[in-house]
């Protein structure tokens, strides 16, 4: 039986102008937006990994796989990203929700002018429906509804935490819609509730008009929270090590024709300083520190995959799945942030790229990304890869193509929408190349077709990719092509004095905040 951790489900008006329903007779599909939160490029088993994720897979196996997916490298960039359509700098996103820094980019959640995801698609005829995490609140408004609350932006329904962080078993600050959740029951645990509060919307969801469902897992980011049976479930797969390990999800990717036979598997030295050590290098109680870690990292992993399957049989128990898409991707890569042994730990879930989230190299920025119909039948890419480069910011043209319907023109403040619907290469078409930009606490890059020039911070040198023969980033070329670096380099200024970026900051974490609070008491993301 679904745990129902939500009150009465009646519904907000319509914000917009319902757009075009399409031709014919057949209705719009259900959209199923589901986005996890660190996770590295190949912790899925269909992306490589060892971790037990048979539910995705499953929707990977029916539908298109994306083998260039980027994403701004943080969580709540990324997400003003995918509700906006925009760049996050200009959706006032820039940095983080701990601070407004009353910066026209930095404002610490998104810009009330700029519509989101939801109050499109509402627009557009759908019943918008959001489980689980928020973060794009400035958090000085955590406490009072502020105007930018989910269903303040378009949701009909909400539930979740509006926060970036904090325990599984006492998610900080938690809503039902606009109602503060105070007391959780004894066995709650964040995911569960995440994937039952979804399965209970499409539960009451009036089949006959469609519906958005945003599924937003706190799963897998830090702390390391699962239950004990689940992590011992999982601790004998991990005993062989990260060297192992990184070796057979590389020869895994090779399998899947994800990477090609010919790639070399990189040791990337340099983000531990200059000396990744080796497995057999570690103490006997760093070892197994990291097998009791990444084993329960995997086991935050497949609840979040059992709680997929759930939201599948919904679907299907609704007579809704067959005319469902779902989308599955990652806020950022994995991330570093556990010390030494979170370090080695992101290192085999970013496999095979360099860095972790909050950097713009590929371990940062590159995310699963999988599309699918519920039915089989519409796959004309079913069980393969696109190769094209795509972008967080696609997500809502492709939402917006999907539902037939518009972007509202009554938004008059912005400039033309970054993003390209990705219907075109899930059917085996081509996408409109562009550049691409990115910009996270000073690390910064551009790609243009196969090349890409990125820099660690705003002191560092530039360097130059070309990802087409270097996708791990090894070789760096600036030096035997300036020409193509500077023009690059020319490219990502000119978006960044256009894009809200500029000026960069680079003061470390708390020292930004504490100072932009005193040069800004007001903190309640109202001017």
């Known amino acids: ?304 995959d059992d709680g997929v399957g759930k939201i599948v049989d919904a679907l299907r128990e609704q007579n809704m799945l067959d005319n469902t898409v779902f989308m599955f991707l990652s806020d950022n890569g994995a991330t570093n942030e556990g010390g030494f042994i979170g370090q080695l730990m992101a290192d085999l879930s970013n496999t095979p790229y360099r860095s972790y989230k909050q950097w713009c190299f590929q371990g940062g920025t590159s995310t699963p990304f999988i599309l699918t119909y519920g039915d089989a039948g519409r796959n004309a890419m079913a069980g393969q890869w696109c190769r094209q480069t795509a972008h967080i910011v696609d997500i809502l043209p492709t939402c917006v193509d999907l539902s037939r319907g518009s972007y509202p023109t009554t938004y008059k403040g912005g400039k033309a929408l970054p993003g390209r619907s990705l219907l075109p290469a899930a059917e085996g078409g081509k996408v409109e190349e562009r550049e691409l930009f990115f910009e996270h606490q000073g690390s910064c890059a551009v790609i243009r077709g196969s090349w890409k020039l990125v820099r660690a911070d705003k002191r560092s040198p530039w360097q130059l990719f070309d990802l087409e023969a270097d996708p791990f980033e090894t070789a760096d070329l600036k030096e035997r092509e300036p020409q193509r670096a500077a023009d690059l380099e020319a490219s990502w200024n000119r978006w960044a004095e256009t894009h809200n970026v500029l000026p960069l900051e680079d003061k470390k974490w708390t020292q930004r905040i504490n100072y932009y609070k005193q040069l800004n008491p007001d903190q309640d993301g109202i001017d």
């Open 1 to 304: 039986m679904h745990k129902l951790w939500l009150t009465s489900l009646a519904l907000a008006p319509t914000a917009f102008a319902v757009g075009a329903t399409g031709a014919g007779d057949t209705p719009p599909p259900h959209v199923v937006l589901i986005l996890c939160d660190d996770m590295g490029f190949s912790d899925l088993g269909c992306y490589g990994g060892e971790i037990r994720t048979p539910h995705i897979d499953a929707l990977a196996s029916a539908g298109v796989r994306f083998s260039q997916f980027k994403n701004t490298g943080r969580s709540c960039p990324s997400r003003a990203a995918l509700l906006t359509g925009y760049y996050q700098h200009e959706a006032g996103m820039g940095w983080m929700t701990a601070v407004d820094e009353h910066r026209p980019g930095y404002r610490g959640q998104i810009a009330r002018e700029i519509p989101t995801l939801a109050e499109v698609m509402r627009g557009n005829g759908y019943a918008t429906y959001m489980s689980g995490k928020w973060h794009v609140t400035v958090e000085g408004a955590f406490d009072r509804p502020n105007g930018s609350y989910p269903v303040e932006r378009g949701f009909d329904r909400y539930y979740g935490s509006l926060s970036g962080g904090g325990s599984y078993y006492h998610p900080k600050p938690l809503y039902n819609d606009l109602t503060p959740v105070t007391d959780v029951p004894d066995d709650y645990y964040y995911t569960t509730a995440i994937t039952d509060s979804a399965v209970s919307f499409v539960d009451h969801h009036d089949a006959s008009r469609p519906m958005f469902l945003y599924v937003a897992y706190f799963a897998p980011h830090l702390p390391l929270q699962a239950p004990r049976d689940r992590v011992e479930q999982c601790l004998d797969r991990y005993r062989a090590g990260y060297d192992v390990l990184r070796r057979q999800r590389f020869e895994r990717q090779k399998t899947l024709g994800l990477v090609p036979d010919t790639m070399t598997l990189p040791v990337y030295n340099r983000e531990f300083g200059g000396h990744r050590p080796a497995w057999t290098e570690l103490s006997e109680a760093q070892r197994q520190q990291w097998t009791n870690d990444m084993a329960t990292y995997a086991a935050m992993v497949e609840i979040m």
